[in-house]
Nanobody, 125 residues
Framework: QVQLVESGGELVQAGGSLRLSCAAS????????MGWFRQAPGKEREFVAS??????YYADSVKGRFTISRDKAKNTVYLQMNNLKPEDTAVYYC????????????????????WGQGTQVTVSS
């Protein structure tokens, strides 16, 4: 019973920056995987970034531009997005797993038990 609430999505111009936040509440665990997925109109939901076991993972499309981080004391995960591009436009979802995820399981949606409501990020050109 974990609740996730995303915030920070808004309209920005290409090249700009944005930071998304995801606060977890309820019966949170001391250690678990937290990540971000996104879904653009007409496209399938895709993996963006995740943090598990002290390691961070990124989709190729965002490497070098996005950074995932955690504040464990606040049960909050962040996604710092720099040099945003129009193709980054999507609804961004926070996701969490009650177990540590490794290797290719990290990018699989079904590996995550908890999901937030999503926050809209729109990048204009």
């Amino acid at each position: 019973q974990v609740q996730l609430v995303e915030s920070g999505g808004e309209l920005v111009q290409a090249g700009g920056s944005l930071r998304l936040s995801c606060a977890a509440s309820g019966r949170t665990l001391s250690t678990y995987t937290m990540g971000w997925f996104r879904q653009a109109p007409g496209k399938e939901r895709e993996f963006v970034a995740s943090s598990s076991g002290g390691l961070n993972y990124y989709a190729d499309s965002v490497k070098g531009r996005f950074t995932i981080s955690r504040d464990k004391a606040k049960n909050t995960v962040y996604l710092q997005m720099n040099n945003l591009k129009p193709e980054d436009t999507a609804v961004y979802y926070c996701a969490a797993s009650g177990a540590l995820l490794y290797s290719n399981t990290i990018v699989v949606q079904g590996s995550y038990q908890y999901w937030g409501q999503g926050t809209q990020v729109t990048v204009s050109s």
